[in-house]
């Protein structure tokens, strides 16, 4: 089973639950209790793709135990300088990894938390989640091919460009050394 809790030096990121989704779907002053967290000014950032919140939970709650830390981990800033611990992004597997040992992430940083690094702390956490589970052979991403700051971030964390997708999306990939 995937750990549902990472560290990493200035985030902590969770695993959502089925708790954590009902919460922020349907009773969001809920959420940042469940959380023990601030809420950026907007949430959720802004994403490229559909929101898939609502899918996730319905495929949290189908695949029970086992589906766990295969979707969405939030990302919460460790409280400093005065700041409580907020919760500055989303990211995660697009699902459990494939016959072949292949997942795919995406992530998104909310826009005041942008320009400090936490994206590539938090797609490094999430490379290390990957690691963890053994089960992971090689990672996947797509942004947008307008979107060079989210390549930058894929760079800094070992993935190299490998195709522009037909619908004008690049495509990276990088390989996954088991955690031992």
Same mark, same amino acid.
């Given at each position: 089973m995937?750990p549902?809790i990472?560290? +990493?030096?200035r985030?902590?990121?969770?695993a959502?639950?089925? &708790?954590l989704? +009902?919460?922020?779907?349907?009773?969001p002053?809920y959420?940042?209790?469940l959380?023990?967290?601030a809420?950026?000014?907007?949430? $959720?950032?802004?994403v490229?793709g559909?929101?898939?919140?609502p899918?996730?939970l319905?495929l949290?709650?189908?695949?029970g135990r086992?589906?766990?830390?295969?979707?969405?981990?939030? &990302?919460?800033?460790?409280a400093h300088?005065? @700041? $409580?611990? @907020?919760?500055i992004g989303?990211?995660?597997f697009?699902?459990?990894?494939? &016959?072949a040992?292949?997942?795919?992430?995406d992530y998104s940083v909310?826009?005041?938390?942008?320009?400090q690094?936490?994206?590539?702390?938090?797609v490094a956490?999430?490379?290390?989640q990957?690691?963890? +589970?053994?089960?992971?052979?090689r990672?996947?991403a797509? $942004?947008?091919a307008?979107n060079?700051?989210?390549?930058?971030v894929?760079? #800094?964390?070992?993935?190299?460009?490998?195709?522009?997708?037909?619908?004008? #999306?690049?495509?990276?990939?990088?390989e996954?050394e088991?955690?031992g």
């Open positions: 995937i549902l990472a560290q +990493t030096s985030l902590t990121l969770i959502a639950s089925r &708790a989704l +009902t919460a922020e779907l349907h009773k002053h959420f940042p209790v959380l023990g967290s809420l950026p000014a907007v949430w $959720p950032p802004v490229t559909p929101d898939s919140r899918q996730q319905a949290l709650t189908e695949g086992t589906a766990a830390g295969w979707y969405s981990w939030y &990302a919460l800033r460790k300088d005065g @700041t $409580p611990r @907020t919760l989303v990211g995660g697009l699902g459990p990894p494939d &016959a040992g292949t997942v795919e992430i909310a826009d005041e938390w942008r320009g690094g936490l994206a590539t702390e938090l956490g999430l490379v290390q990957a690691a963890a +589970t053994g089960m992971v052979r990672l996947l797509r $942004p947008a307008d060079p700051g989210a390549q930058q894929l760079r #800094r964390n070992g993935f190299a460009e490998t195709a522009t997708l037909p619908d004008g #999306r690049l495509s990276f990939e990088r996954v088991p955690a």
